[in-house]
């Protein structure tokens, strides 16, 4: 499969989130299974990955590599004071370890990756049913890639930290008589920093002679597209809730004259919490 039709598949799985992020459905919900917090409040999720893993790193190898890899997602959900402008706050954070090979030399690779981002949000549509978030995200991603057939630099580290957009929903409906939540939310920077080293500028020469400034690039959407879309089911067990789903990310760039990219599909599973309640909200 080529690098095109991959990018295409996961356009596709973006696309798809933002569809269902941007529509509201119509549903009727006959208890809250899945409340934003009020002030001073938070949910909590901390969710199991597990799924596929992709990379090709041209300062590495110009091979594509593929395997599986696993890791742990958080994600928080907290209400701010009434009467501001923002009104919830978004959090999310995850690592990821893979292991990946190439069929047609049977090399492999090993990828260790990690994001945090805080989102500020506010209203733009608010029902009964269903809750439609917008607002600007910070955002910080680092990733490190080991390549064993790779003797003279084995190991690239690239990242990047800066500004986008934080998209966030929340359905709440009954279907077959239970009452279940589906969220989706999607990241995208917009602008910001990042640090990628060219091939013949090895690590030991920048920490000897500090020469990090060449390493550093001005990235945006032309030039370093990234995203993270996440799709999930909340159902209710007893007095906890259940979050099973999907986490889509990828990133592709050219910096530091080199290429890359970059992208997991996971499937998501973890409880979510409630805190400063004793119960959830009926």
Partial sequence: ????????????????????????????????????????ETVRVTSFLA??????????????????????????????????????????????????KNPRNGGSTMVFSGRDYAGFMWHALKYSNYDFLVGPAVM?????????????????????????????????FRNLGYDMAFLATFYAPLAGIGFAPDYDQPYFYMYKYGEYGKALHFISPFNNLVFTQQMALVLPIKESRLRVGFTVDGIRNRLGGHSRFMANTMFTIGFGMRYQTKKWDR
């Fill in 1 to 40: 499969m080529t690098d095109s039709s991959r990018c295409s598949r996961w356009l596709s799985s973006v696309l798809l989130g933002v569809i269902l992020t941007a529509f509201p459905l119509q549903a009727t919900a006959r208890r809250i299974v899945w409340d934003m917090p009020q002030y001073s």
């Fill in 140 to 172: 910080c991603e680092l990733g490190v890639l080991y390549n064993r057939q790779n003797s003279n630099n084995p190991v690239n580290l690239e990242g990047y930290a800066g500004g986008g957009i934080c998209i966030d929903n929340t359905l709440r």
């Fill in 51 to 100: 799924g596929t893993v992709h990379a090709r790193d041209t300062y590495l190898s110009g091979s594509s590599y593929d395997g599986w890899g696993v890791g742990f997602e958080n994600d928080n959900w907290t209400g701010y004071e009434p009467e501001k402008l923002f009104s919830q706050g978004r959090m999310h954070s995850d690592i990821v370890f893979g292991m990946m």
